[in-house]
Each structure stands twice: as C-alpha cells, then as structure tokens.
C-alpha cells in the first residue's frame, strides 16, 4: 500500500514472480488515473491509464485495476523482471480539474535474481 | 530535441540567492508542468500551462516562486531568496493534449537543486 510517512513502502518480488503495487486515492472525484514508473535519476515514464467508467485495462505485461468504493488503484505486473525495479506512483486528476495530476507518495519495486 | 531538455541538471547555491530553472518541452506540446520531487517523496504539483490560457499557479508554494512560458514554449521556473527547503528534484513535463484525455506526460529527467 501507499506511506503516508517520509520513507517509501518497498516491495521485494523475486525475478519472474507477479507483483502487485497498490495506492489508495484521495479524492473521490477522481475521474482518470495513471501509473507512472520512475528508474534512478530519471524522470517518471507514463505506464498505463484508467478512467472511472472502468474498473480493469490490460496492457503488455501489466494491469490496472480501479475500485472506486474504496478509492483503491493497484498496478500487476506479470513474470517481473530486473529492468521492473524502479519507483511507481499513481496519479489522479480530479474530473474538472484538467491539467493537476496528484500523485501519490510511490512504491519501491527490488526485483531480486 | 526529441524529449523534454531541462538546465541545469544540478545547481548548488547558498540560501538567499536566487535560481533560474529551464526546461524546453517537446515540439509541439501545448501542455507544459512543473513539479517538485523532495527526497523519497512523491510529486508535488507547481504550476500548469495550457496554451494561450493563464497558468493554474495553485500549487507553488509561497510568492518567491513565479514561472514563465515565453512564445508557447520554453519555459522558467524561478526561485528567489532561495531557502533550504526549496532543495529538491524540479521536474518538467509536457503533454500534446490536456490531462484529462490522456494521461502521457512526458517528463524530462529534472533539475537537482541543492541549497546551502
């Protein structure tokens, strides 16, 4: 899940297992949300997306699941791999409110070989 | 270029100067944002362009931060009488459409700030 304290939950996933990173949104007004993926020293990488009319999206290797009773957001990934490791956030932009992405605290992702 | 540039990717100063901070979107994006990256933290929204309309400034954080966008492109982040605590990631983005149709920012790899 998210941290609301200063040090981001990790998650350790052996190589080739599936791993599943969660966030908890905060707005339930949220209409479009997006998972970012961000490797060291880089700028965060867009990942796949979801609007509120949907509750899963699949994408290569990944899926996004939206459960909008609990504004609960998780990203799976499928046989996880080394280049996976990275830092991923959620994000959401508030119906009306174009153009201010909120994004979450960030999950670590260690791939282990 | 072919991604979003950003200068200087590192910048030391000591506290109470001020700072200038660069970033160049990607032709053709008329979406441009600024958000700061504290260490281990996540996202801190500052300030949006889109097109030709007033910037939403809503997220930074006091008046000595203002940004600029000259001719729809390139644009500035500035940060005067610097303090400790402006010491953080700033990261530019840009996006060919508004948010709310899709949610590609392009990121650009962000300017290290450090303030003595």
């Known amino acids: 899940g998210e941290s609301v304290g200063l040090h981001l939950p990790t998650l350790s996933v052996q190589e080739g297992d599936n791993s599943i990173i969660n966030c908890a949104y905060s707005?339930?007004?949220?209409?479009?949300f997006i998972w970012y993926k961000q490797e060291s020293g880089k700028g965060p990488q867009f990942i796949i997306d979801?609007?509120?009319?949907?509750d899963k999206r699949q994408g290569q290797r990944v899926t996004v699941l939206l459960n909008k009773t609990v504004k609960h957001l998780s990203l799976q990934i499928a046989a996880t791999q080394p280049g996976d490791s990275a830092v991923y956030f959620c994000a959401e932009n508030i119906a009306g409110n174009t153009g201010k992405l909120i994004f979450g605290q960030g999950t670590t992702l260690q791939v282990k070989p | 270029g072919a991604g979003v540039s950003q200068s200087p990717s590192n910048k030391v100063t000591e506290k109470g100067k001020d700072v200038e901070l660069r970033c160049d979107p990607i032709?053709?994006?008329?979406?441009l944002y600024w958000y700061r990256q504290s260490l281990g933290q996540g996202l801190e929204f500052l300030i949006y362009?889109?097109?030709?309309?007033?910037?939403?400034k809503s997220g930074l954080p006091s008046d000595r931060f203002s940004a600029e966008r000259t001719g729809g492109s390139v644009s500035t982040l500035t940060i005067q009488r610097t303090q400790q605590e402006d010491s953080a990631v700033y990261l530019c983005?840009?996006?060919?459409?508004?948010?709310?149709?899709?949610?590609?920012?392009?990121f650009g790899e962000g300017s290290r700030l450090t303030v003595l």
């Open positions: 979801i609007r509120s009319n949907m």
């Open positions: 032709s053709g994006h008329t979406a």
């Open positions: 362009f889109q097109g030709n309309s007033a910037p939403d």
């Open positions: 707005n339930s007004a949220s209409d479009y």
């Open positions: 983005a840009s996006s060919q459409r508004v948010i709310d149709t899709t949610g590609e920012l392009f």
